[in-house]
């Protein structure tokens, strides 16, 4: 069996729009025969498969928008008339042809396909944009920006820029806690009255000890030159010029402002997402499944648990989710553990990898190790845990590699579903939507309640959407039931 | 034309010979034909009518027409030819007549000369000498005017030479044919008829440096080419004024010494660059933009440049002198830097 | 000018030669189709497809010691000269066992030792190059001579000009072939040229010229055979034009609007190894297990380059700037 992928028609294509099959499940094809067409950023193009056999399942339905890689059918080698199977023949070769070449099926109707395996892949109306998921963690913790300085607005921003003041050391007064205009027009700005001057002058001045608001400039504009520096420190004029120590150090630390640090560790941060991300969506045919879980049970067992305990104390649905999600994760092994040479290898623990975004920007995996064997509780006190301590910047090493699955949620979001792009070498990822009350039928009868949508990105190399779809059904079983987590 | 100053910083020795770049020039040439017998000048009227500029007059005579070869009038072909002729291991000095007519022969100098080393993983390198006539001054007008040297600056691959006195007239050529990799040598057209008395000592060109042609304290003169006269008698006239003006000559327009540039402005602190191309992403706005990266904390003053005013060169006498950097105008850009709007009696504070 | 005659009785061998030289482009190509369809190969990817029987006809009039410059559509040429396919997919994967030590891609194979100059990607930009090859060898005197190929887009570029110019009057050894596929990417001849008949027109510069049914490539191989030993007899340049077709898109893939599939169809009843392989059948000197064994000794050598190109290192990015310019220490003879 032979996948039929999206290909890459040119130099710039990411993704194609699989405009019509020209064939249909069952039909013979060549190597070589035209199957469908694609539409690029620049044509429409009949694009050709690279097997011989029987058109299987078709995957992707006429109609869809999918990323390069992403197999759209499954054809069964072996069947075709005169080919020999798994083998480069020159099937195509005129005089050895049987029968006259047959005409694409340009007849077939597009909606005849069976449901794809997975669920579609972002088709024109399905499913945003899968949420970039946790890259490798950076060795460098990323500092603490005070929350007070998120709530400032751009104008106050701004005004802080230019006088120089570091919000994150402000106390806001606004409301919330907010910084305000008046709370940066009465902070100690470092340098309120720039002194006009050269490079050289401010390079001298902070050589020879002079405070340059005390110099006159006599240049352009006034602006302070190394003559006036020099005339104020009372040296000889031409003398210090020439024995002035040259400090490398001092001028390394000078060029490179301490402000500019942050920034470019997140630049770094940045980068290294965009690798990782690249290469996952690069290598790995992702597949998405979802469903949506009614949470009435677990909804109603954590209120019951968290009667009597103190807020800080509660159960928090996150850790019922998660729980699941290491459990499920026991029982399909083969989402669990990563594609390495051409092969998956389960792994022997679940460790879940749960992303995390920073606050000023870009996002990081931290792992619970052996999550599977953590009862609910635990499970919440280590998620609290690390996830407080990964925006401080102050992860252990062990946890930051070894995550076995990984899972995002962006309910505290707001949003319902997340279909990620899965960390290399892991084979699948797990996504949490928002709690939220929908209408649900359930026995003929329409009530309210709690759902969550659970989705799953899994490596199509790895598993098939058989397998995908045992694992969302194991979370969605064991969320209905609690009590047994 | 004469020059008015004798741009070599060397005093005249006794042995010293009197002549011109022009005649420094050819003698480089002689002596590069009679040195190795894979070596060969091709373009175009080099031969017969005895060089555009009168450079290789006499050589055809001297060397035959195989090796002084003629070069219908195509610049792509002939250009090309000659990195083929070098791929095959010759040593070519292909000359074209000015630089606006090298537009001719673009996509072999850059898709050709300067690419297949990269392109082949190495395997390729292409040691062939572009010589070529640069500038205005001459009342040539629009097409036969331009200094495009800081184009091909632009380019990596390319070894780009502007000699300005007659040593590096004479003395250019050999190194640059023994770089394995192409090299262009830009020939202001102004300098050619520059006379005077060449070092009997002097030895082949390190092109990797840059040279002082006249040290200062006060201001840096950054300069190359058909400039370089131009610097000097500024500096002559800012040392009436009581400034002292260092000159650069650059000699190697790619790659860019950045430590002789940078060591004369750490000294004076100052720097104006002095460029016949175009103000706007010339190649003064690239050594300003290093001067601004590299040595910031040493600058008293914005750097200045004087470039040729944004127009292409008329024909007329006056706005073609209008157009082009003068002396007055660089006298007048140092003495900004050092803050001295007018002549100064005394040494700035 | 004339269309040549095939020679009888040419040994059964040297036939079945041609048929792998040009099988191995073919297959080979293909599979850098399905390669490229995986996004393992990128960039822009000219195929030969169709055109086989210029490149392994021309090969047949060379010698090792001769030079060949060639186009951005130069697998075949590369291929024929007997640059390794190893040495082209690693190229094409990018990995520093490549050819061009990943630097070029499709598009720029190189190999000095084999005296393959590329992998020209610019119309008609390698034809001064070809010509200054040729300088060389006559300025000293060396009997080898400079093929270069080149498509019929060139004759629209002044270069092409300015070179068959320079080469007739300076009677330069230099084998000029055009492969005329009729399309200069999506321009038909008759949309960019005036007078179509391009070996009229290369007659005009003074040279021997004639046009040749590229689909056949023992009249190829007749046809350079004899430009190249008018070459090497120092009669000055010869030109050749092929005519051929590719079957496949200008790179990678098009939508082919510009030209009818009909007309497609029909060139492919022409195809240079379907043909050359019927010949040989009825001719009993190709049997069908023959074929098979070749063609699975044909994949198995492109499955050892596509191993190899996939398990090669990739070059490091701190070799970034190298060969830019040559090193310090190292001078070319």
Redesign the interface.
């Known amino acids: 069996m032979a996948e039929f992928t999206m290909p890459s028609l040119g130099a710039d294509m990411d993704e194609g729009l699989l405009q019509e099959w020209l064939v249909a499940p069952g039909d013979q094809v060549r190597k070589g025969d035209v199957v469908a067409v694609v539409e690029t950023d620049k044509a429409a193009i009949e694009v050709e498969c690279f097997e011989s056999g029987t058109v299987g399942r078709l995957l992707v339905p006429a109609g869809t928008r999918v990323p390069v890689g992403t197999p759209l059918a499954l054809i069964e080698a072996g069947a075709a008339a005169g080919a020999r199977a798994g083998s480069r023949a020159p099937a195509a070769a005129p005089h050895e042809r049987p029968e006259p070449r047959r005409e694409p099926a340009r007849e077939a109707p597009r909606a005849r396909e069976r449901e794809p395996a997975g669920r579609p892949v972002r088709t024109a109306a399905g499913p945003a944009q899968p949420q970039p998921p946790p890259p490798t963690p950076s060795p460098t913790p990323t500092p603490t920006e005070a929350t007070a300085a998120l709530g400032a607005g751009p104008l106050v921003r701004h005004l802080a820029e230019l006088r120089g003041v570091d919000l994150t050391t402000l106390h806001g007064t606004g409301a919330g806690g907010r910084v305000t205009r008046a709370d940066v027009e009465h902070a100690p700005s470092p340098h309120v009255s720039r002194v006009r001057s050269t490079p050289y002058a401010r390079r001298l001045a902070h050589d020879l000890d002079v405070d340059l608001t005390e110099v006159r400039g006599t240049g352009d504009g006034g602006a302070v030159r190394a003559a006036d520096v020099r005339a104020h420190a009372g040296k000889a004029a031409g003398e210090g010029e020439r024995e002035r120590p040259r400090n490398g150090a001092r001028r390394t630390a000078a060029a490179v402002p301490a402000a500019d640090r942050p920034e470019q560790r997140t630049d770094a941060m940045r980068r290294a997402i965009a690798e990782l991300m690249s290469r996952s969506k690069r290598e790995i045919p992702h597949y998405y499944l979802s469903t949506t879980i009614d949470l009435t049970a677990a909804v109603d067992w954590l209120r019951r648990v968290n009667r009597g305990r103190p807020p800080a104390g509660r159960l928090v649905p996150a850790a019922l989710l998660l729980r699941a999600a290491a459990l499920a994760a026991r029982e399909v092994p083969s989402l669990n553990g990563h594609w390495r040479d051409d092969g998956f290898a389960a792994a022997s623990e679940v460790n879940l990898g749960i992303a995390v975004s920073l606050r000023q920007g870009g996002l990081l995996a931290p792992v619970i190790h052996d999550a599977d064997t953590l009862p609910p509780d635990a499970l919440m006190n280590r998620l609290k845990d690390l996830v407080e301590r990964t925006r401080r910047g102050r992860l252990r090493g062990s946890e930051t590699s070894g995550a076995t699955l990984t899972v995002t949620s962006l309910g505290d979001q707001g949003v319902e579903s997340v279909y990620g792009v899965i960390h290399p070498p892991q084979v699948a990822l797990v996504g949490f939507g928002a709690v939220v009350e929908r209408p649900w039928a359930a026995g003929g009868m329409l009530g309210v309640r709690p759902v969550v949508t659970a989705t799953l990105a899994a490596d199509h190399r790895a598993t098939d959407g058989a397998v995908g779809a045992r694992y969302l059904t194991a979370v969605d079983r064991l969320l209905r039931r609690p009590e047994e987590l | 034309m004469t020059a008015t100053h004798t741009p070599d910083a060397t005093p005249a020795a006794a042995s010293d010979r009197k002549t011109t770049y022009r005649e420094a020039m050819r003698e480089a040439l002689r002596e590069a034909l009679r040195a190795d017998d894979r070596v060969?000048l091709m373009g175009e009227d080099v031969g017969r009518y005895g060089g555009c500029f009168g450079v290789s007059l006499g050589l055809l005579e001297e060397f035959g027409p195989?090796?002084i070869r003629d070069?219908?009038l195509?610049e792509?072909?002939?250009?090309?030819?000659?990195?083929?002729?070098?791929?095959?291991?010759?040593r070519?000095v292909v000359e074209i007549m000015t630089v606006n007519f090298s537009l001719l022969a673009l996509?072999?100098i850059l898709?050709?000369a300067a690419t297949?080393?990269?392109?082949?993983?190495?395997?390729?390198?292409v040691?062939i000498v572009i010589r070529m006539t640069t500038g205005a001054g001459r009342q040539l007008a629009a097409q036969h005017s331009h200094s495009l040297e800081g184009w091909y600056a632009h380019i990596?691959?390319l070894?780009v030479l502007a000699p300005a006195t007659l040593t590096d007239a004479r003395h250019m050529l050999a190194p640059a044919l023994?770089d394995?990799?192409p090299v262009l040598i830009f020939e202001h057209g102004s300098l050619y008829n520059v006379s005077g008395d060449l070092p009997a000592d002097a030895g082949p060109v390190d092109l990797d440096h840059a040279a002082v042609r006249r040290p200062g304290t006060d201001v840096s003169l950054i300069t190359y080419g058909g400039s370089l006269p131009k610097a000097l008698a500024a500096a002559d006239d800012l040392a009436n004024g009581g400034i002292s003006a260092e000159v650069v000559d650059l000699r190697t327009l790619r790659p860019l010494d950045d430590a002789t540039i940078g060591d004369s402005v750490a000294r004076t602190?100052r720097a104006v660059v002095v460029d016949e191309g175009w103000r706007t992403g010339s190649l003064a706005a690239e050594i300003s933009a290093r001067l601004a990266e590299q040595h910031?904390?040493?600058?008293?003053?914005p750097v200045e440049r004087v470039c040729s005013a944004e127009v292409p060169v008329p024909y007329a006498r006056r706005l073609e002198e209008a157009a082009l950097p003068q002396t007055d105008g660089i006298v007048a850009a140092a003495r900004r830097t050092v803050?001295e709007p007018a002549p100064a009696t005394g040494r700035?504070? | 000018m004339s269309t040549t005659r095939t020679r009888p009785n040419r040994q059964a061998a040297h036939r079945l030669a041609l048929l792998e030289s040009m099988l191995r482009v073919r297959r080979f190509e293909e599979r850098c189709v399905e390669l490229y369809s995986a996004a393992r190969i990128r960039g822009f990817m000219h195929l030969y497809i169709g055109e086989e029987a210029v490149a392994v006809g021309v090969n047949e009039a060379l010698t090792d010691d001769d030079a060949v410059v060639s186009t951005y559509r130069e697998h075949g040429h590369a291929l024929a000269r007997g640059v390794p396919a190893e040495a082209i997919m690693a190229e094409m994967f990018g990995k520093a066992t490549g050819c061009s030590h990943g630097r070029g891609g499709s598009m720029h194979l190189f190999d000095a030792e084999r005296r393959f100059y590329g992998g020209n990607a610019i119309v008609a930009g390698g034809l001064p190059l070809a010509a200054g090859l040729a300088l060389a060898d006559r300025m000293t005197g060396r009997a080898r001579i400079t093929c270069c190929f080149f498509g019929d887009g060139a004759f629209a570029e002044g270069e092409f000009h300015e070179t068959a110019n320079l080469a007739a009057l300076w009677q330069l050894p230099v084998l000029l072939v055009c492969e005329n596929n009729l399309y200069a990417m999506g321009t038909a001849l008759v949309r960019h040229q005036a007078q179509t008949d391009l070996a009229l027109r290369a007659a005009g510069y003074g040279m021997a010229s004639w046009a040749v049914d590229g689909m056949d490539v023992l009249a190829v191989e007749d046809a350079a055979r004899r430009a190249a030993e008018g070459v090497r007899a120092g009669n000055g340049p010869h030109f050749l034009e092929m005519r051929t077709y590719r079957f496949r898109a200008h790179s990678m893939y098009d939508s082919d609007r510009y030209r009818d599939k009909a007309e497609i169809e029909r060139w492919k009843e022409r195809d240079p190894v379907e043909g050359l392989a019927r010949r040989l059948r009825e001719a009993k000197e190709l049997s069908d297990k023959a074929r098979g064994a070749l063609e699975d000794r044909l994949a198995a050598e492109i499955d050892r380059a596509v191993a190899a190109a996939e398990s090669a290192p990739e070059e490091p990015v701190e070799d970034l700037l190298k060969y830019v310019t040559s090193p310090v220490e190292a001078s070319p003879p």
């Open positions: 060969f195989d090796r070069a219908p195509s792509s072909a002939f250009v090309g030819a000659g990195i083929g002729a070098a791929l095959a291991g010759m070519p996509d072999q898709n050709n297949l080393l990269h392109m082949s993983g190495g395997q390729l390198p040691p990596p691959g070894r023994a394995p990799d602190h910031f904390y040493d600058l008293d003053a803050g700035p504070g």
